[in-house]
């Protein structure tokens, strides 16, 4: 059997990596975790053992055992059929993503405008502008990347690599979440604004203006996704 196929489901096309001999079931677990929390298997999707061995070119247990730890985690709901179900996010879940965020990313910045040095700065300001280019080309699909890569650039500043790891921590879920955000064109011009007045903060030296700016930055995205679940626009549950 091939590794890295698709997942076989009548219900979505993730595609799944191949694996190391080593520590199976702690890989089943984070790639698993990770397309859940990316909304990369729906919610509400049926997942069975079976079948993700067979995907995955391996035996059942390890994907028992990241089964059960998904499901301690409450990803996933076992099913009286068998299987189980993709639980998704809750609303509770993502405000605390955008709450805690907001206090790591916050922090990030406040040390980045403390500890940067001028240079530094340049890795920021060609985020910025290869965000613009592809807002100009509206091509939306890849701002997420670049988004991404921006706040990569914004942590390593902090010269914290305690800080970065707990941030790290909720890399899946901020990703799917970046992704709601940066799907509409108004929230991606005042997301790569807000990113223009936290650089300009940062090289003046102004830790406290930075920190507010990133808080201010990460609870209007969380605003927004709440607005856009309440109205329909965005499922998370089945």
Do not use: C, W
């Not at 919610?43 to 035996?59: F, H, Q």
């Amino acid at each position: 059997m091939e590794r890295g196929r698709q997942h076989a489901d009548k219900g979505g096309s993730a595609t799944l990596r191949p694996l190391k001999k080593e520590n199976l079931g702690s890989q089943v677990f984070e790639q698993l975790k990770g397309m859940i929390l990316r909304g990369e298997i729906p919610p509400g999707k049926r997942m069975i053992e079976s079948e993700i061995a067979l995907s995955m070119d391996i035996s059942r247990t390890p994907v028992r055992e990241a089964a059960h730890k998904l499901e301690a985690e409450g990803l996933l709901t076992p099913l009286s059929k068998g299987g189980y179900a993709v639980r998704g996010l809750t609303i509770s879940d993502i405000e605390d993503t955008f709450d805690i965020r907001g206090i790591l990313e916050s922090f990030a910045g406040y040390l980045a405008a403390k500890r940067h040095t001028e240079d530094e700065l340049i890795a920021l300001e060609l985020k910025i502008d290869e965000f613009q280019r592809y807002m100009d080309r509206g091509d939306l699909k890849r701002l997420s990347a670049v988004n991404t890569e921006f706040h990569e650039a914004l942590y390593e500043l902090s010269r914290s690599h305690r800080l970065i790891k707990m941030i790290h921590g909720l890399k899946d879920e901020i990703y799917f979440l970046r992704n709601i955000i940066l799907n509409s064109e108004e929230m991606a011009r005042l997301s790569n604004r807000d990113h223009r007045g936290i650089v300009e903060a940062i090289r003046q030296r102004d830790a406290k203006k930075a920190e507010r700016q990133l808080k201010e930055h990460i609870l209007r995205g969380k605003e927004f996704v709440l607005d856009e679940i309440k109205k329909g626009t965005v499922s998370i549950g089945p």
